[in-house]
């Protein structure tokens, strides 16, 4: 029986590998049967040959940084180490000022293309703040594309203004945003959502927003968390939820699987993700979702050697400089909070793939 069992696991690879090199989507049962699956060295040779038939030899990257203008939220997520309820002693609120200043300091030494932008629910910014700061940047720094607040934020900005999520995108819009990023989709499911983040919004109220910003011309990423006790039905539903409606939209540029970072969460009984968990995750990930051009590796979650090794294994975007992350590292994550554009070429080019410098919108020929 054992044999036999090996034979129809054999067989239904190969109906998969066949899907594969006639361009064929998968359904979402063989995304489960590759999650379930042990052989991933197989499942990577895969993901590679699919990400090099669509991006050829490159992997892209770009030179950002990143600003975590306030760390009070008025949600208490159980996976989050980020927030704090304003009392604490390392509680905090950048002003727009202080968040000018902190992009002159760093783009004096690094020429970068994009400035990154997500925080806390604070329970007391006005709605004028959000508009003034985007507005400010644009101003101050034309050539920088910004992309910030996830719809998470976007939600609650709806909320504080009273305006449509529509309403508070176009304003935004004409403010300078031209990016929306990928965070707040954690896992659809909504039991793990219960238990993970009641306060958040829910996947369908996510989904919603980037589909809203997709109609008016605003891009956005895709994410998903995983290593927070789901199921791999969870992960295989919450990729096809993020599939569908970028067949609908179109407006997805890159897809992100985050792993979860358990120190100083709430989280309890939950331990750092395996490699080979990791790995396994971005090459699904490259597989399914067949209408996402990018699937992004995060250096400061999986560290640079793994981030190196998904490149073999269906990643083709390593993110960016990043300058300074708060959020991971408040999380425990022991990897650099940044990287010189010498490393990130260095790591690419060691990983025998060709470095393409991207803008937010994967414009390139910055080399």
Same mark, same amino acid.
């Given at each position: 029986?054992?044999?036999?069992?090996?034979?129809?696991?054999? $067989?239904?690879?190969? &109906?998969?590998? /066949?899907? =594969?090199?006639?361009?064929?989507?998968?359904?979402?049962? #063989? %995304? @489960?049967?590759?999650?379930?699956?042990?052989?991933?060295?197989?499942?990577?040779?895969?993901?590679?040959?699919?990400?090099?038939?669509?991006?050829?030899?490159?992997?892209?990257?770009?030179?950002?940084?990143?600003?975590?203008?306030?760390?009070?939220?008025?949600?208490?997520?159980?996976?989050?180490?980020?927030?704090?309820?304003?009392?604490?002693?390392?509680?905090?609120?950048?002003?727009?000022?202080?968040?000018?200043?902190?992009?002159?300091?760093?783009?004096?030494?690094?020429?970068?293309?994009?400035?990154?932008?997500?925080?806390?629910?604070?329970?007391?910014?006005?709605?004028?703040?959000?508009?003034?700061?985007?507005?400010?940047?644009?101003?101050?720094?034309?050539?920088?594309?910004?992309?910030?607040?996830?719809?998470?934020?976007?939600?609650?900005?709806? $909320?504080?203004?009273? &305006?449509?999520? /529509?309403? =508070?995108?176009?304003?935004?819009?004409?403010?300078?945003? #031209? %990016? @929306?990023?990928?965070?707040?989709?954690?896992?659809?499911?909504?039991?793990?959502?219960?238990?993970?983040?009641?306060?958040?919004?829910?996947?369908?109220?996510?989904?919603?927003?980037?589909?809203?910003?997709?109609?008016?011309?605003?891009?956005?990423?895709?994410?998903?968390?995983?290593?927070?006790?789901?199921?791999?039905?969870?992960?295989?539903?919450?990729?096809?939820?993020?599939?569908?409606?970028?067949?609908?939209?179109?407006?997805?540029?890159?897809?992100?699987?985050?792993?979860?970072?358990?120190?100083?969460?709430?989280?309890?009984?939950?331990?750092?993700?395996?490699?080979?968990?990791?790995?396994?995750?971005?090459?699904?990930?490259?597989?399914?979702?067949?209408?996402?051009?990018?699937?992004?590796?995060?250096?400061?979650?999986?560290?640079?050697?793994?981030?190196?090794?998904? &490149?073999?294994?269906?990643?083709?975007?390593?993110?960016?400089?990043?300058?300074?992350?708060?959020?991971?590292?408040?999380?425990?994550?022991?990897?650099?909070?940044?990287?010189?554009?010498?490393?990130?070429?260095?790591?690419?080019?060691?990983?025998?793939?060709?470095?393409?410098?991207?803008?937010?919108?994967?414009?390139?020929?910055?080399?």
């Amino acid at each position: 029986m054992q044999d036999g069992k090996v034979m129809i696991k054999n $067989k239904t690879f190969d &109906l998969i590998k /066949e899907k =594969v090199y006639n361009n064929k989507r998968l359904s979402t049962d #063989d %995304a @489960l049967f590759l999650f379930k699956s042990h052989d991933l060295l197989s499942i990577g040779e895969l993901a590679d040959f699919k990400n090099f038939k669509i991006n050829g030899n490159k992997v892209y990257y770009i030179v950002n940084i990143h600003i975590n203008y306030t760390n009070i939220c008025v949600n208490r997520c159980a996976f989050c180490a980020f927030y704090r309820n304003g009392k604490e002693t390392d509680a905090y609120s950048m002003s727009i000022e202080e968040i000018i200043e902190y992009i002159k300091t760093n783009y004096k030494t690094n020429n970068f293309k994009e400035v990154h932008i997500v925080g806390g629910l604070h329970p007391s910014l006005p709605y004028s703040f959000y508009l003034n700061m985007v507005r400010r940047i644009k101003n101050e720094f034309p050539s920088l594309m910004v992309q910030a607040f996830t719809a998470v934020e976007i939600d609650y900005l709806s $909320k504080i203004s009273r &305006l449509s999520i /529509e309403g =508070v995108l176009t304003d935004l819009k004409e403010n300078g945003l #031209d %990016a @929306l990023p990928g965070g707040g989709a954690e896992i659809f499911n909504p039991a793990i959502r219960k238990k993970l983040c009641p306060q958040k919004i829910s996947g369908e109220r996510w989904i919603s927003i980037h589909k809203t910003a997709h109609k008016i011309g605003i891009p956005s990423n895709a994410s998903m968390l995983y290593g927070v006790k789901e199921s791999y039905e969870d992960r295989v539903s919450h990729l096809n939820e993020i599939r569908f409606a970028q067949d609908e939209s179109g407006g997805f540029k890159s897809f992100i699987p985050f792993a979860f970072q358990p120190k100083n969460t709430a989280v309890r009984n939950s331990g750092f993700t395996t490699g080979y968990d990791d790995l396994k995750v971005i090459a699904v990930s490259r597989l399914f979702l067949d209408n996402f051009k990018h699937i992004k590796t995060f250096f400061v979650n999986l560290g640079i050697n793994l981030a190196q090794v998904s &490149l073999s294994f269906g990643a083709d975007d390593f993110d960016g400089t990043l300058t300074e992350e708060k959020i991971s590292h408040n999380a425990g994550s022991i990897n650099p909070a940044g990287l010189s554009v010498k490393n990130v070429k260095k790591i690419i080019e060691e990983a025998g793939k060709l470095p393409t410098e991207r803008d937010t919108v994967y414009n390139v020929g910055f080399n």
